[in-house]
Every structure is written in structure tokens, then in C-alpha cells.
């Protein structure tokens, strides 16, 4: 069953999100609202978290690509999301390599693989 | 907990049957379950081991697409406000499929490509082939990421049907089965009991029956000896009868 085509939605630095917009994902909907965030140096918690939980209800977005930092801020957030669609991403940023422990994805598989996973 | 519980039936030939019936039925159901589960499992740590690979993979993509921005920066200058502000519509959108697992319906995503690059023009000016570089990592990133999303709500997914599964499974194993052999063995037990107090008061009928003919035989003894019986008439024995004829 093939649906109407859905959106992959950034939250992340700068430099993450012009290098997806350049991937070509990014558009605004009829409200002008965007389906990225870039996320600075001033952006606070509440407004991160405030997208992302706009981004989980609306119905065209599919993914959503987040920096592996910015999760942790909203850890809370992103581990009350429990359904499987939109799907979260952690994406490691240029200052922050990808860390596998923090992943809350792979945390639910902890207990299943344990030194596995660094292999 | 109230599992010393049997189900209320009136105990008869017939409940035991469609007991021993209910139990069989239980116990087929509690293996398929239990395959279904093993099978779901089998798939989840395919899916998991798939995931880490993935995910190490894409650790090295997306280095490797930072390292090309921080070129194509060095290149062209800051883009970054640009392209921010030219965004209108998106060129790579994802369909949801869905996939079939030992009847678990999974989605998948799938990325299709649609309208035209709008970033065409950007890095006229300088730095037009880191540029295109540029793009076409970040492309190549996003594919594995849609990849990595399928597998990831393939993963969540799997984990919800396999917990359902195993807690139907042992709900059966350890709450229905054992109520249904409880109310076996009461309808055994309790049929059985009855066939012994038909048996004992057979046997004690029995005894008041041959209790009351000794006694009424002794009777009879007493009364012949005392001469008072009159034997009835013998039909067999041959005697004159006299002709009562018309007189």
C-alpha cells in the first residue's frame, strides 16, 4: 500500500541543515511552516522540544532526523514517542561523533547485545 | 492471586468430553504461538544486527558529507543562508510500504525522487563542483538514512508484536491450561464418586433384599410347622374334579 509521499523533517546545527536542504528534502507546507529546524547556540529547550512534538502530529512527515546533542536535551521527549511512524534518527553533528550508548533506539536492545555492539 | 480456580461445569460424561476438548485446542494454540513468537524473534535480531551495521555505516557517510560542506564552505562562502531561504518544495519524499512478517505487518520506507533540483544555481558563482559534491553525498546520506528508518520502525515494531505474543503465550501456558486440567480432574473425581455411591447402594439394596427374603422364609417355616398353612391348590397334581354338569 503505497501512500501519499511523506516528508523527511531535520532538527539540527546549521551546517546539518543546509547540507540536507542541498540533499533536496526540505519544503514549507501551505502554512509556510518548514520541516527543519535549525537549532543555535540561543535556541532554547522548550522551542526545540515544542517542534518536535509539531513535527510528531503532523501527518506528512515520515522521518525525522535529529543531531545525536540536541536529542539528548529532548531525551524525555523523544523516549515517550513510542509509535513506529515518524521514525527518529539520532544523526552524529561535526562536533559530536556518533555514540551508539546514547542511541534510546538501541538502548531498548541493550540487554540483547551487549559487547556486539562496538564490533 | 485466584489461580487455584477451575471453571464452574455440572461434572457429566459429556463436559468431560468437551473439556478434554478445550484442552487439546488450548495446548495446539499455545504452539503456534510459541512458533510465531520464535520466528518473530528470529527476524528482530536480523533487523537488530542489521541496525548496528547501518548505523556504524552512516556514522562514516555523514563524516564524510560534513568534511564536503566544510569544503564547499571554504569554496563558495556561506550558502548557508540561501539555501535556508530558498526552500519551497522538497525533491526526495518517502513512501510507506508495508511488509508481511509471520503476520506481522511492518512498514518500510522507500525515498522516490520528484520535481527538480531547486539549488540548481547555487555556487554559480564559486565553488560550483564542491557544490555538486556536496549534494550528491548528502543525497547518498539520506538514501541510508531512509534505509535506516525502515529498519528502525521495522525494530520498534517487532519488539511491540513479539512482547504481545510472548505474554499471550504465557498466559496460556500458566492460567488457561492448568484451569482446564483443574476441571478435568474435578469432573473425573466427582464421576467416579458417583459411580461408587451408585455401586454402594447396589450392593446395600442388595443385602436388604436378601435380609428380607431369609426373614420371610423363616416365617413361612414357623407357620407350616404350626400347621396353620393351608397349601393352595396344586393345578399340576391330578385330582378328580367332580363334573359340575347341569343338574
Known sequence: MAGRGELIAVIGDEDTVTGFLLGGIGELNKNRHPNFLVVEKDTTINEIEDTFRQFLHRDDIGIILINQYIAEMVRHALDAHQHSIPAVLEIPSKEHPYDAAKDSILRRARGMFTAEDLR | MSGKDRIE??????????????????????NLLKKKSDALTLRF??????????????????????????????????????????????????????????????????????GTDSYELTGLARG????????????????????????????????????????????????????????????????????????????????????????????????????????????????????????
Open chain 2, 9 to 30: 461445569i455440572f461434572p457429566s460424561r459429556m463436559a468431560q468430553t468437551i473439556m478434554k476438548a478445550r484442552l487439546k485446542g488450548a495446548q495446539t494454540g499455545r
Open chain 2, 45 to 114: 535480531r536480523q533487523i537488530l544486527k542489521k541496525i548496528i551495521e547501518t548505523k556504524m555505516l552512516m556514522g562514516k557517510v555523514m563524516r564524510e558529507a560534513a568534511f564536503s560542506l566544510a569544503e564547499a564552505k571554504f569554496t563558495a562562502g556561506d550558502f548557508s543562508t540561501t539555501v535556508i531561504q530558498n526552500v519551497n518544495k522538497a525533491q526526495v519524499k518517502i513512501r510507506a510500504k508495508k511488509d508481511n512478517v509471520a503476520g506481522v505487518t511492518l512498514p518500510v520506507f522507500e525515498h522516490y525522487h520528484e
Open chain 2, 128 to 247: 560550483g563542483e564542491q557544490l555538486a559534491k556536496l549534494k550528491r553525498n548528502y543525497a547518498k546520506a539520506v538514501e541510508l538514512l531512509v534505509e535506516l528508518a525502515s529498519l528502525q520502525t521495522s525494530f520498534v515494531t517487532l519488539d511491540e508484536a513479539i512482547k504481545i505474543t510472548n505474554r499471550r503465550v504465557n498466559a496460556i501456558e500458566h492460567v488457561i491450561i492448568p484451569r482446564i486440567e483443574r476441571t478435568l480432574a474435578y469432573i473425573i473425581t466427582e464421576l467416579d464418586e458417583r459411580e461408587r455411591e451408585e455401586f454402594y447402594r447396589l450392593k446395600k439394596i442388595q443385602e436388604k433384599k436378601k435380609i428380607l427374603k431369609e426373614k420371610s422364609e423363616k416365617d413361612l417355616e414357623h407357620r407350616r410347622a404350626a400347621g396353620e398353612l393351608l397349601e393352595p391348590a396344586n393345578l399340576l397334581a391330578e385330582e378328580k374334579d367332580e363334573d359340575l354338569l347341569f343338574e
